[in-house]
């Protein structure tokens, strides 16, 4: 079974840091694209960032660019999610998300984590 | 930026046919997606590629495309399918992942 268990959110004051992670189980991690997913309180879906199979490709949100950073560590079966110079724009659940196609051409989601929250506020 | 426009809601009686849409310019050329979210719940995978459905999905779930519009349909609808639903999809790049903002289906 598929299963994306996210952890590390919490409250943090305006400008701080905080580091996401998300433990894979269930499936072959280093063969799948993985991505960051928030949703603000009350709000919608929001893409974050997302990552090739073995690391070596990343990308983001233009409103996340320069401050946050997405790794993984296949031999954990591990993503993270670095986050720095946080805003109280960026409260929001952060959901860890498997891409569906594992070439990555098609952009998609087939498996989600609960999701943790993430509060920037002083 | 590239959106994706959605209704904010649609109501329907048990029984009858929820169609929900969603716009975009881009997607002619780019498959969509869509997601089901309940409360307090993580994003469930409906449909991809405009009109494939996911094995565990009721075949009630159903998608289409035509032009710059694409449409989840949803047949005979369930209490069980109130929820939020989202489309996916990404600009005609295929670089920026977009989500549309949501439509609240309601079960009268």
């Not at chain 2, 994706?4 to 109501?11: E, G, N, R």
């Amino acid at each position: 079974e598929v299963q994306l268990v996210e952890s590390g959110g919490g409250l943090v004051q305006p400008g701080g840091s905080l580091r996401l992670s998300c433990a894979a189980s269930g499936f072959t991690f280093s063969s799948y694209w993985m991505h960051w997913v928030r949703q603000a309180p009350g709000k919608g879906l929001v893409w974050v960032s997302r990552i090739n199979s073995d690391g070596s490709s990343t990308s983001y949100a233009d409103s996340v660019k320069g401050r946050f950073t997405i790794s993984r560590d296949n031999a954990k079966n591990t993503l993270y999610l670095q986050m720095n110079s946080l805003r109280a724009e960026d409260t929001a659940v952060y959901y860890c998300a498997r891409g569906a196609d594992s070439s990555g051409y098609y952009c998609y989601f087939d498996y989600w984590g609960q999701g943790t929250l993430v509060t920037v506020s002083s | 930026s590239y959106e994706l426009t959605q209704p904010p809601s649609v109501s329907v009686s048990p029984g009858q046919t929820a169609r929900i849409t969603c716009s975009g310019d881009a997607l002619p050329k780019q498959y969509a997606y869509w997601y089901q979210q309940k409360p307090g719940q993580a994003p469930v995978l409906v449909i991809y590629k405009d009109s494939e459905r996911p094995s565990g999905i009721p075949e009630r779930f159903s998608g289409s495309s035509s032009g710059t519009t694409v449409t989840l349909t949803i047949s005979g609808v369930q209490a069980e399918d109130e929820a939020d639903y989202y489309c996916q999809s990404a600009d005609s790049s295929g670089t920026d992942v977009v989500f549309g903002g949501g439509t609240k289906l309601t079960v009268l």
